[in-house]
DNA sequence: AGTCTCATTATTCTCTGTCT
DNA sequence: AGACAGAGAATAATGAGACT
């Protein structure tokens, strides 16, 4: 499953996936990366085949069912569609016509058909966004995820521009939030999770005139992939350093938040590296003292 | 199936600063 | 001065996973 890459009409992409927990993401979009350029027929996907490409890690077969009917529910409650500029037009479809799910059989399995009007999402495609469904997978936040895909959007570019609107929507941000709330719960998971994986990953927000200095808008920059870089993964460890070194040379990030995200892809315990750091500066200091105890003694 | 634990997400409040 | 914005802390609610 490793190389599995994901591949869309970016029509797709600015659909906020309204409630979507990142267990429900990565169905879906294993889903949507199986499903490309199969035209109306039914796809069917065995349990193991739809776990194995979804990194799901709870075991039972009865969860795993409730997983996949309230990921199709979600999907159901999706606003697929278009709104012509003036707003007066709308059309709304939903994206699967079939979705049955037949767990009780010694291989149990999923089949899925696309609805007519929603191919042109997934075939034959004149634009797309692609990216690592492994990559995708494994980001634990929400906002992360959505991000991610927002941003590979951008990949051969590297800047990406939002207005608050856009942004707030595209991420399905509670109304309530005040700035400092998405600072707090929407750009601290995504400075966590993304600075591994798109080099150099600058963030700055946009201010505007008036009373305040209201924010309108998000800026993101990072290194541009080059167009035909593969996605595909050049061994663990390699991706690792990769990672690592894209941590370490982010000039954005403070010392705590780096030490938070290398905490995060090496699947440590919040905190690790900072404790780390922190018994290595007392060693230090104890050194000191002992060798300061010393030259007192030959005083 | 029931309970416990932890991380994420949501809400609310205080303090401080900026603009008209 | 008064209205609005932002950072950050405190706290509550939710949800997933682990354990038994």
Redesign the pocket.
Known sequence: MTNELVKYHTELNTIPLRKF???EMNLFFSIVSRMRDKGEQTVRFSFDQLKDLSDY??TANSRFIDDIYSTYDKILSLRFGKRSANGLDRSMFVMFTQFEIVGDSDDPYVDIKLFEKAIPLLNSLDEWVRYSLKQFNEL????SKTMFRLLKQFRTTGYAYFSKDEFIELLD??K??????I???VFK?IKEELTPLFRGLLIRKK?G???????IGYQFAFKPESKNADDFSKGEQENLRKKMFNIEHNGELSQQEKWIAKDKILGL??GTHESEFHTQENKNKEKEMLIDDLKNMFK
């Not at 634990?140 to 906002?143: G, P």
């Open positions: 927990s990142p267990v890690k709870a634990q936040s929400s906002y941000i509670p309530s939030y005040r700035e400092s709330d600072n707090k719960n998971p201010y005139k008036g009373r305040g200095t209201p924010v315990k919040i």
